[in-house]
């Protein structure tokens, strides 16, 4: 029962913007599922979900990948001393980085396997992250900022 409504609350984040525990307990009963809000705490603990801030719709859960927590510190250190600026288009986010450290940045950012990013292309001092058709590049642009903080 906890390994289907575990995998039942990722399809809902994954579908829909959830932006607190409530909506997310009555995503659940939507689906035959009643739960008690201190399970739905302790699932999004387990799960290691996140709240970030989407432009369109606001916070929302989305889960915190394992890569990202388990990085070296060193690997972190290089990707945060080294990214300058942070913008973004329609498409992609773009990072800037002190010279010569681009591709070192890049390799930490497909180390974070964010289901967001189709992928980057780095070259002296600028990384190009494309980024998937239906994310909003602002949000991936803000959790690169949040990382950097």
């Known amino acids: 029962m906890k390994s289907r409504r575990q995998l039942l609350i990722l399809d809902i984040i994954e579908q829909k913007p959830i932006q607190t525990q409530e909506e997310l307990a009555d995503a659940l009963m939507e689906r035959g599922m009643k739960v008690t809000q201190a399970t739905i705490s302790r699932d999004i603990k387990e799960l290691r979900l996140v709240k970030v801030n989407d432009s369109r719709s606001g916070p929302r859960y989305v889960v915190a990948h394992a890569a990202e927590q388990d990085l070296s510190?060193?690997?972190?250190?290089?990707?945060?001393d080294s990214v300058l600026s942070i913008q973004y288009n329609q498409s992609m986010v773009i990072l800037k980085t002190i010279s010569g450290s681009a591709n070192a940045a890049a390799e930490t950012i497909d180390a974070f396997k964010w289901g967001e990013i189709l992928g980057c292309v780095a070259g002296d001092n600028t990384i190009l992250v494309a980024i998937r058709s239906d994310v909003d590049p602002q949000t991936v642009a803000e959790r690169f900022k949040n990382f950097l903080r």
């Not at 510190?73 to 945060?80: G, S």
């Open 73 to 80: 510190e060193r690997q972190i250190r290089i990707f945060v």
